[in-house]
């Protein structure tokens, strides 16, 4: 159903303070596809529309490719494991080079 580097129009709901809200696009990045489709959580990392300049945000751009508007900015330091059942619909596909740029800052910031 959704596999890494796509992008998805999610179903975040009710957040705490902080948190992504609402119905937002996120980037999945995991699992693997190797756990199958039927695997019953993805792992994602929401994304704004708020430039606020930090080195852990990735920059998309608006393209077909994309399926986004607007500029927009993959968040990181907020990935969090949801159910597929958040997935509204697929948006669209990030390039290699945001895909390699956002599992390195990802990587250096959990040090795992």
Not at 7 to 13: C, T
Not at 67 to 72: M, V
Not at 83 to 91: A, N
């Amino acid at each position: 159903m959704a596999s890494a580097d796509e992008l998805w129009l999610v179903d975040f709901g009710t957040p705490y303070p902080g948190e992504p809200a609402d119905l937002r696009p996120a980037l999945v990045i995991g699992p693997p596809d190797t756990f199958g489709p039927l695997f019953p959580f993805v792992i994602v990392a929401p994304l704004t529309t708020t430039r606020r300049g930090l080195s852990l945000h990735v920059e998309l751009d608006p393209s077909p490719g994309t399926g986004l508007d607007e500029t927009s900015y993959v968040q990181c330091e907020l990935i969090r494991s949801i159910s597929r059942k958040r997935l509204v619909h697929p948006l669209g596909i990030v390039g290699p080079d945001e895909s390699h740029l956002v599992k390195t800052v990802i990587k250096t910031l959990l040090d795992y």
